[in-house]
Nanobody
Framework: QVQLVESGGGLVQAGGSLRLSCAAS????????MGWYRQAPGKQRELVAT???????NYADSVKGRFTISRDNAKNTLYLHMNSLKPEDTAVYYC???????????WGQGTQVTVSS
């Protein structure tokens, strides 16, 4: 069993910055990727950024150059540094963990990010 808890969301003005955190706990083995996804009202959940065990990163075109995904292995925590935020970044942001074994995937409860214009 794996639990993911996101934090760091909130209200920020356009052009501002936020750092999201995802604390992982439980039986965490054979991690393939960890990532951030977001879902705006009325829209499908979309990929924001992912990072593999080997440090390979992938970003959505819409956030490339503005967001940075990183991991702190000692704290079992995933981060998303968001800079130059835009109103269109407003969404609930979810932490995701994918394991190599059995195609297991886990999700956090989400944290709201609201960017005002």
């Amino acid at each position: 069993q794996v639990q993911l808890v996101e934090s760091g969301g909130g209200l920020v003005q356009a052009g501002g910055s936020l750092r999201l955190s995802c604390a992982a706990s439980g039986s965490i083995f054979s991690i393939k990727t960890m990532g951030w996804y977001r879902q705006a009202p009325g829209k499908q959940r979309e990929l924001v950024a992912t990072i593999t065990t080997y440090g390979s990163t992938n970003y959505a075109d819409s956030v490339k150059g503005r967001f940075t995904i990183s991991r702190d292995n000692a704290k079992n925590t995933l981060y998303l540094h968001m800079n130059s935020l835009k109103p269109e970044d407003t969404a609930v942001y979810y932490c995701n963990l994918e394991l190599w074994v059995a195609g297991q995937s886990y999700w956090g409860q989400g944290t709201q990010v609201t960017v005002s214009s």
